[in-house]
């Protein structure tokens, strides 16, 4: 199980679900784009920044919610229900109560991986639902699924004019809720009814278990005459397991004296862990932040033998949350990087995992994180050294050219 960890967890609201995969404002910014992969996420960034939520307003222990489902079960009512009606009333906005499956698919997540037949979908023109991108390697790229290709049936369902997140689900098996997640189990079959201009066929794929991309590299400027000093860019969409070595490696593998420009944009936090080794890359030791549990304080440090000496550029905006803001505010309190962007998100608190009698897990709020200056980042966020509200990564390559970082 997990923990303590810094999501934006995968939100089951009190009673139902409002499931935003692992990462808050997924949902509503595949919804509004069109968007959406087969397992719920459309590799879009929010924008803007949003206020945040309250707080608890007060501390929910674990006996007060296994006293809550006791209390349901005697009655015939659902537990999980019950558990999650006294997070309602304590005011917490990020605990929650999710079901074993739920949470399951929470857990995958965090470990970087989903099942899916690696499909990108949207929603085109009179409803017709058609294939954005392929997966490579993937059941779907196997089976000769193109990008234009237009999705006519899932399982012999006609997903014309349906809304994508239903279509998604129907991808992933299960067409009762899109808040059951994961919903199939590697090797599991979905037939899906496809059209290519004229031609019309199906594909049986067998769903599996694919690992996500949490980091991308590539080149940012071309030329000193083009805005800038060229550097490594790093994209880091979410911190899952493994992300900060990698992230280490790409430091590693930049020219000799070229900046780095780390974009943490959209990036709604993940594992403690992996956001203090990121920290490690450009870090030779001491404190990244610290935060309490249940009141004790707890200290992070980074690890030795960091990069010190790279000029680094970081990005942020108002969809970098959580662990994602603990990075930018570590760098940016110890002087080791130019935070350029927008206001962040402004969630600063962590959650530990719980399980309760009935196999439900609860997702409790036990503490709140601050910087290596002791600010606290919960309803305030970070603010940029630069602010700016676009062409933010040319105004990067700039305060690189300053910072000294060329090759």
């Excluded at 496809?194 to 794929?205: N, P, S, T, V």
């Excluded at 803001?325 to 927008?342: C, F, N």
């Excluded at 969630?347 to 997702?363: I, N, T």
Aim: with cysteine.
């Amino acid at each position: 199980m997990p923990g303590p960890t810094m999501p934006a967890p995968p939100r089951r609201a009190r009673r139902g679900a409002a499931l935003t995969l692992v990462f808050v404002g997924v949902l509503a910014t595949g919804a509004a784009t069109g968007s959406w992969d087969d397992e719920g996420q459309d590799g879009r960034s929010p924008t803007g920044h949003r206020t945040p939520p309250r707080t608890a307003a007060r501390a929910v222990d674990r006996s007060a919610l296994e006293a809550a489902a006791q209390e349901a079960a005697r009655d015939g009512r659902s537990g999980s229900e019950a558990a999650a009606e006294v997070l309602d009333r304590s005011g917490d906005a990020w605990s929650a109560v999710y079901s074993p499956r739920e949470y399951e698919g929470f857990a995958l997540a965090l470990d970087g991986a989903y099942v899916g037949v690696g499909l990108t979908t949207r929603r085109t023109g009179g409803g017709r639902m058609e294939v954005d991108s392929v997966r490579p390697g993937s059941p779907a790229e196997r089976a000769g699924v193109r990008s234009g290709d237009r999705i006519r049936t899932v399982d012999a369902m006609d997903v014309t004019g349906r809304p994508v997140t239903e279509v998604v689900s129907l991808l992933r098996g299960d067409g009762r809720s899109f808040a059951a997640w994961p919903a199939a189990a590697p090797g599991t079959p979905v037939r899906i009814g496809l059209q290519r201009g004229d031609r019309r066929w199906e594909r049986m794929l067998l769903r599996e278990r694919l690992v996500t991309e949490s980091v991308e590299v590539g080149r940012l400027g071309g030329g000193r005459g083009a805005g800038g000093t060229p550097a490594t860019m790093i994209k880091v969409a979410a911190f899952t397991k493994g992300t900060g070595e990698r992230v280490r490696d790409a430091v590693r593998a930049a020219a000799p004296g070229e900046g780095v420009v780390l974009d943490l944009r959209g990036n709604s936090g993940g594992l403690l862990a992996e956001a203090v080794t990121t920290a490690s890359a450009f870090l030779d030791g001491g404190l990244v932040a610290t935060y309490d549990v249940h009141g004790r304080p707890r200290v992070l440090r980074a690890g030795r033998g960091g990069d010190t000496r790279r000029p680094l550029v970081v990005l942020v905006d108002g969809g970098t949350m959580s662990a994602a803001e603990l990075l930018a505010g570590a760098l940016q309190d110890r002087g080791r990087a130019v935070v350029v962007g927008s206001r962040t998100f402004g969630k600063g608190s962590v959650q530990m995992p719980s399980r309760l009698a009935e196999g439900s897990v609860a997702e409790l709020t036990v503490g709140h994180y601050r910087t290596p200056a002791g600010r606290r980042v919960d309803g305030c966020g970070i603010t940029p050294d630069l602010v700016v509200r676009g062409a933010a990564e040319q105004r990067a390559r700039t305060v690189l050219s300053g910072l000294g970082g060329g090759s």
